[in-house]
């Protein structure tokens, strides 16, 4: 098993910038790739962005990319999300994830992923 305990979300106004993080124990060494998700209101759950634990490549969702960095320090086992330039369509409860499958994966399905935190509430006031 995987324990994951997301931190760092709040209420920003647009424009500003927020770091989240993920601290992951347990059976850390099991990890291939962990990812970043959101909810907002009324809407399904979506990819925001994925890294790869070992090697560190990163894949972002179009609606993120240029403003949001994915980040892990593996010593400390956490994985970090960096906001930046947020908008109002930010908002939602942010989830971090991860998984234990490799090989032929698409980890911008949440159905790849084996552990999930409890979520962090994200608000981006106008």
């Known amino acids: 098993q995987v324990q994951l305990v997301e931190s760092g979300g709040g209420l920003v106004q647009a424009g500003g910038s927020l770091r989240l993080s993920c601290a992951a124990s347990g059976r850390t060494y099991s990890v291939y790739a962990m990812g970043w998700f959101r909810q907002g209101p009324g809407k399904e759950r979506e990819f925001v962005a994925t890294i790869f634990w070992n090697g560190g490549r990163t894949y972002y969702a179009d609606s993120v990319k240029g403003r949001f960095t994915i980040s892990r320090d593996n010593a400390k086992n956490t994985l970090y999300l960096q906001m930046n330039s947020l908008k109002p369509e930010d908002t939602a409860v942010y989830y971090c994830?991860?998984?234990?499958?490799?090989?032929?994966?698409?980890?911008?399905?949440?159905?790849?992923?084996?552990?999930w935190g409890q979520g962090t509430q994200v608000t981006v006031s106008s």
């Open positions: 994830a991860a998984s234990s499958r490799s090989g032929n994966v698409v980890y911008s399905y949440d159905y790849s992923y084996d552990y």
